[in-house]
């Protein structure tokens, strides 16, 4: 199993810019995140999805646009890359279970504007 | 979701256990408490995870008081590759909106 897979692992972009940071689950869960994590803090939900067709945004979504057409698919988008954007983005995704609730954890984007 | 509380910082020798406290006093009957670990700069992983009982897995233990108002992870023989950065939460259902906060750096010394 691949489990949470993302790409690109690396990405300078200039300001202005756009990009979309990909994520990709073939575990068929239906509860997908977005976060963003800045050197020296912890996670920070950008956006969240509980199914296809359903998103809502988290703790910090300005400057962001997500969709989830498929379950597997929930892609990032970056509108205008600011200087404020540099950051580790992490896609992570869940299904609740009787005895509980795992969340798995792609390996990462690690994003530049400059 | 309950909010929780970790010290900032915590060392352990070599080989020796690791005792992390999480402290997650507004805990609901039906929230579990979970603990992940990130380790330099790679997605977290999960750790264990527990109701009320007391969990051990190839990796842990997780000990919840009886009021659930706190919770310990036992790390019994910690390695230099134990170093990372440990998170505790918890929440019922929708894992992600959980707020992972700063978590606990565990340093673990030769």
Redesign the interface.
């Known amino acids: 199993n691949a489990g949470?897979t993302q790409t690109p692992k690396f990405r300078i972009l200039k300001i202005g810019q756009s990009m979309t940071l990909q994520c990709t689950q073939d575990m068929n869960h239906n509860?997908?995140?977005w976060?963003r994590?800045d050197p020296g803090?912890?996670?920070k939900?950008i956006y969240?999805s509980?199914g296809a067709g359903i998103t809502d945004k988290?703790e910090v979504p300005n400057g962001y646009n997500v969709s989830r057409s498929t379950t597997e698919d929930f892609p990032l988008r970056l509108e205008l890359a600011a200087p404020s954007q540099t950051s580790?983005y992490?896609c992570?995704s869940?299904a609740?279970r009787e005895r509980?609730?795992?969340?798995?954890?792609?390996?990462?984007t690690?994003l530049s504007v400059l | 979701d309950a909010k929780t509380t970790q010290p900032p910082s915590m060392d352990c020798a070599e080989g020796r256990a690791a005792n992390l406290p999480c402290n997650h006093s507004t805990i609901s009957g039906n929230e579990?408490v979970?603990w992940?670990r990130q380790i330099h700069?790679?997605?977290?992983?999960?750790i264990i995870?527990g109701?009320k009982n007391n969990e051990t897995n190839e990796m842990a233990s997780l000990i919840i008081t009886e009021d659930r108002k706190s919770s310990t992870l036992i790390l019994p023989h910690a390695t230099l590759r134990d170093t990372a950065v440990y998170?505790c939460i918890v929440?019922y259902?929708?894992?992600?909106?959980s707020t992972?906060?700063?978590?606990t750096t565990l340093t673990v010394k030769p």
């Open positions: 949470v509860y997908m995140y976060y994590q803090m912890g996670l939900l969240y509980v988290g580790v992490f992570a869940s609740h509980g609730e795992k969340l798995f954890f792609g390996s990462g690690q | 579990y979970y992940y700069s790679q997605g977290p992983q999960y995870h109701l998170y929440f259902t929708n894992a992600g909106k992972f906060g700063d978590g």
